[in-house]
């Protein structure tokens, strides 16, 4: 059984193995959330982050991620997850004009087809055998964004602690009920 692996990764370089749709992140293996191509707990932890709103059948990208692994982290985007982000790029001029663009071409093409609830997602892991960790919405995303960068000045890092987050991210972390398994078998 590997470690970890980190399912839709994007630029996101965490897990042992990273599986993604696209070939320009470069993912370990190139492969659908949908049609995970990894036997049955192959993995102690899944992550999936962001990636569920995207995929056409978001409870059989679910149901693959349960398959695989023992433990998943699920990161979920908040009802206002695109606004928050066109605000701290619109601050951070003329620092991120590629962020403002990036915004624009995700409203216009829509990326998003749902919005998932996390309580439903908390709810379909319990009604299929799995004990929920942790829950929490978290703070993500700064106002300022320039205050964050790896080129900002020292005079200005002492800053970071009065400029507010305004952008957040529902955070689910389960495991799979080891006692129900031991029953079933």
């Not at 439903?120 to 299929?128: D, G, P, S, T």
Request: hydrophobic letters at 40%; glycine letters at 4%.
């Amino acid at each position: 059984m590997m470690e970890t692996v980190n399912i839709g990764c994007g630029e996101d370089r965490w897990g042992d193995v990273r599986l993604d749709i696209r070939k320009t992140f470069n993912p370990t293996i190139v492969g659908d959330a949908q049609n995970l191509p990894f036997k049955s707990d192959a993995f102690k932890v899944a992550k999936i982050s962001h990636v569920l709103e995207h995929v056409n059948y978001p409870v059989k990208a679910l149901k693959e991620c349960m398959r695989v692994a023992r433990t998943l982290e699920i990161y979920l985007p908040t009802e206002t997850d695109l606004y928050p982000a066109l605000i701290r790029y619109l601050f951070s001029l003329p620092f991120s004009v590629r962020g403002v663009l990036e915004w624009c071409r995700h409203r216009r093409v829509r990326e998003h087809k749902w919005m998932i609830k996390p309580i439903e997602i908390v709810v379909f892991l319990a009604e299929n055998g799995w004990e929920q960790i942790f829950f929490s919405k978290e703070k993500q995303t700064r106002l300022l964004s320039i205050f964050d960068g790896k080129r900002t000045p020292k005079q200005f890092k002492y800053l970071v602690k009065y400029v507010p987050y305004i952008g957040s991210q529902y955070v689910i972390i389960a495991k799979k009920n080891e006692e129900e398994e031991m029953e079933l078998d």
